[in-house]
């Protein structure tokens, strides 16, 4: 059974470029979570979906948006980028989301310069 | 809003000996905890859970201790691998949506 795939690994954008970033859940899982990982503040929460609906979101400004096709594949998007976006960007499948553990992919490292 | 707080970043132990990790969170919606264990350039792995009806969950060296009056969670591993040095990430989940903490570095020295 496949793993979580995140595509690209890696990436360097300039400031003010956007960016989409996607990630292809475990066949059968229908819940993906995104998390923007940087030194010491950990897995930040971006947001959820499931069955193609953001269930719940983070504490991030609206330059962060994210979406989920019918064959539960995630994209998200990055607007306007900033330094302070440079990261690495996981992404989560999940059955349902709840009560259940996360599989997490490889993420991508995201460097804005 | 830090939901789930590690208030240690590293911890460094001797093989053989008993490594706690300890996590705090102040959301008593929480019901299903877990545990994450990551390795440079890979994404986190789940290690071990607990729901907030049990107070203890165990498998083979690793025990996950919760105490719901003090919203305190705790992983003990016994005894300590030199392969057991990663970053943990302690999680909790309310309603879909999981939170993590900024983890631990354990690092078991031979």
């Known amino acids: 059974k496949a793993g979580v795939t995140q595509t690209p690994r890696y990436l360097i954008k300039t400031r003010g470029q956007q960016v989409t970033l996607s990630c292809s859940p475990i066949?059968?899982?229908?819940?993906v979570s995104w998390y923007q990982q940087t030194p010491g503040q950990g897995l930040q929460f971006l947001f959820e979906?499931?069955?193609?609906?953001?269930?719940n979101k983070g504490n991030f400004p609206g330059r962060f948006s994210g979406r989920q096709f019918s064959n539960s594949r995630s994209e998200m998007n990055v607007s306007t980028l900033e330094l302070g976006d440079s990261a690495l960007y996981l992404c989560?499948?999940?059955?349902?989301?709840?009560?259940?553990?996360?599989?997490f992919g490889q993420g991508t490292r995201l460097t804005v310069v | 809003d830090q939901q789930v707080k590690q208030n240690s970043p590293s911890l460094s132990v001797q093989e053989g000996r008993i490594s706690i990790l300890n996590c705090d969170y102040t959301?008593?919606?929480?019901?299903?905890f877990l545990w994450y264990k990551k390795y440079p350039a890979e994404g986190p792995t789940f290690l071990i859970s607990?729901?907030?009806?049990?107070d203890k969950n165990e498998d083979g060296r690793f025990t996950v201790f919760l105490n719901k009056s003090a919203k305190h969670l705790s992983l003990h591993i016994v005894p300590s691998q030199p392969g057991d040095s990663a970053v943990y990430f302690c999680?909790?989940?309310?309603?879909?949506?999981?939170?993590f903490g900024a983890g631990t570095r354990l690092t078991v020295k031979p």
């Open positions: 979906y499931f069955s193609e609906t953001q269930r």
């Open positions: 959301n008593s919606m929480f019901d299903y």
């Open positions: 999680a909790a989940s309310a309603n879909n949506d999981m939170r």
């Open positions: 989560a499948s999940g059955r349902t989301g709840r009560n259940t553990e996360a599989f």
């Open positions: 066949s059968g899982h229908r819940s």
């Open positions: 607990i729901s907030s009806i049990k």
